[in-house]
């Protein structure tokens, strides 16, 4: 697996967004009841390791919540396209959450997506993960310019 750099990166998450968004509304119209208790029970697991301080288990359920976002979806090529971007995206894994303020505003995009899931609101479940998708996107162009 070749090397991307911090741009590329950007670039992937800016494709993640558009491809994870139209995961997002799929899965409002299409949740089941397990997977409207799996997603609160993800975002209860990320509060409470994020109360702890353990960013990176948060982290690691951030990625859970997205894969099961996703799978509920039912939408086979997002879910393909999905992964061979994320893939790429090993290296910076863990980078942005470690950002002074990010986990909290990680932690509101993230319960925003899923209130909308549950609610059914496919609109607005694809505008959260954009807007999620774009912080994320953003923090990640951010913390590259503060280390250069």
Do not use: C, W
């Amino acid at each position: 697996m070749r090397l991307v750099e911090e741009d590329e990166a950007v670039e992937i998450l800016e494709a993640r967004s558009a491809l994870e968004g139209l995961a997002a509304r799929h899965a409002a119209l299409r949740r089941s009841e397990d997977d409207v208790v799996a997603l609160g029970g993800i975002l209860v697991e990320m509060q409470e390791l994020l109360e702890r301080g353990d960013l990176l288990a948060a982290s690691d359920r951030n990625a859970l919540l997205h894969r099961r976002i996703v799978a509920a979806s039912g939408h086979a090529t997002a879910a393909r396209l999905i992964s061979g971007l994320n893939s790429q995206l090993v290296r910076f894994q863990y980078r942005t959450i470690m950002l002074p303020g990010r986990r909290d505003r990680s932690y509101q995009e993230h319960a925003a997506i899923v209130a909308a899931i549950v609610a059914g609101d496919a609109d607005a479940a694809e505008a959260a993960m954009r807007l999620h998708l774009s912080h994320v996107a953003e923090a990640l162009r951010g913390a590259g310019e503060e280390k250069g």
